[in-house]
């Protein structure tokens, strides 16, 4: 169990020096910038939004069984733990930002450029948000169309960010259940992508640097209990697929 935490912890800690380093140094979003980095960003943040992020998860549960390569039992039962893990990460998202109910960066910018009151904003429903937004940035130079479009599909609060949840989980699982089977290539990329997630939220004007701290913190604290019932309940994670039927047969003979 502490070699989990130890490597959920490590995967944590370089998930958060981005988000640290741009919160200390005081950088503040504002609209405008290269059109193609913006869009480059906002098709990484389209892997984590909703209906991709639902295909994204299968295609990663698929890879992780794969990597694993645990008996169907033990497979099911970790494909359940794995979609739990991001399921319950959304659900605790989405209570905290009922609570906090920050506004978004955007929504910010939309108070100072365009004089619209943030209480007003969020007191609306989100059909008439939406239109608002969309109504507001007809003829602003500043921020592209498809942008605008992303905005009005994303109207809630901002703190903590749920695609960083998403995102932070997926890499926090590879560190946790991957590592030990030296499938290191994977880890990177999804710590990667993670990464590349959690900026394209700074950029894009959805999300403050704490909130994707607090997303982190919260990815952290699922997936290190995810990754620990994983190991008791299915056994090793360190140990191949060969090895395990082996030790369960001798364990059956004794």
């Given at each position: 169990?502490?070699?989990?935490?130890?490597?959920t912890?490590?995967?944590?800690?370089v998930?958060?020096?981005m988000p640290l380093?741009?919160?200390?140094?005081?950088?503040?979003w504002?609209?405008?910038g290269?059109?193609?980095?913006?869009?480059?960003?906002f098709?990484?943040?389209?892997t984590?939004?909703?209906?991709?992020?639902?295909f994204t998860?299968l295609?990663?549960s698929?890879?992780?069984?794969?990597?694993?390569?645990?008996?169907?039992?033990?497979?099911i039962?970790?494909?359940?733990?794995l979609?739990?893990?991001?399921?319950i990460?959304?659900?605790?998202?989405?209570?905290?930002?009922?609570?906090?109910?920050e506004p978004?960066?955007f929504?910010?910018?939309?108070?100072?450029a365009?004089r619209?009151d943030e209480k007003?904003?969020?007191?609306l429903?989100?059909?008439?948000?939406?239109?608002l937004v969309?109504?507001q940035l007809?003829?602003?130079?500043?921020?592209?169309?498809?942008?605008?479009?992303?905005w009005?599909?994303?109207t809630?609060?901002?703190?903590p960010?749920?695609?960083?949840?998403?995102a932070?989980?997926?890499?926090?699982?590879?560190?946790g259940l991957?590592?030990?089977?030296?499938h290191?290539k994977?880890?990177?990329?999804?710590?990667?992508w993670?990464?590349g997630?959690m900026?394209?939220?700074l950029?894009?004007?959805?999300h403050w640097?704490?909130?994707?701290?607090?997303?982190?913190i919260?990815?952290w604290?699922?997936?290190?209990?995810v990754?620990?019932?994983?190991?008791?309940?299915?056994?090793?994670l360190t140990?191949?697929?060969?090895?395990q039927?082996?030790?369960?047969?001798?364990?059956?003979?004794?």
């Open positions: 169990m502490l070699e989990i935490v130890k490597r912890t490590g995967g944590a800690v998930l958060l020096l380093a741009v919160w200390l140094s005081g950088w503040q504002q609209p405008g290269n059109n193609n980095l913006l869009k480059g960003f098709w990484v943040t389209e984590v939004t909703a209906p991709w992020g639902i998860s295609l990663f698929v890879w992780f069984l794969w990597c694993l390569r645990f008996r169907l039992k033990a497979a039962g970790v494909f359940i733990l979609l739990a893990s991001i399921a990460g959304q659900g605790v998202k989405s209570v905290i930002k009922d609570r906090v109910q978004r960066p929504v910010k910018w939309l108070e100072s365009h619209i007003y904003f969020y007191s429903s989100r059909k008439e948000r939406s239109a969309k109504e007809q003829d602003q130079a500043r921020v592209p169309k498809w942008l605008s479009k992303h009005q599909f994303e809630g609060f901002a703190f960010s749920g695609h960083t949840v998403f932070a989980s997926w890499a926090l699982l590879a560190a991957l590592w030990p089977r030296r290191y994977t880890v990177a990329v999804l710590m990667a993670a990464v997630v900026a394209s939220r950029m894009l004007g959805m640097p704490q909130d994707l701290v607090m997303a982190t919260i990815a604290l699922l997936v290190t209990l990754c620990c019932l994983a190991q008791r309940w299915f056994g090793p140990v191949p697929l060969q090895e039927q082996e030790i369960a047969e001798r364990e059956q003979k004794n």
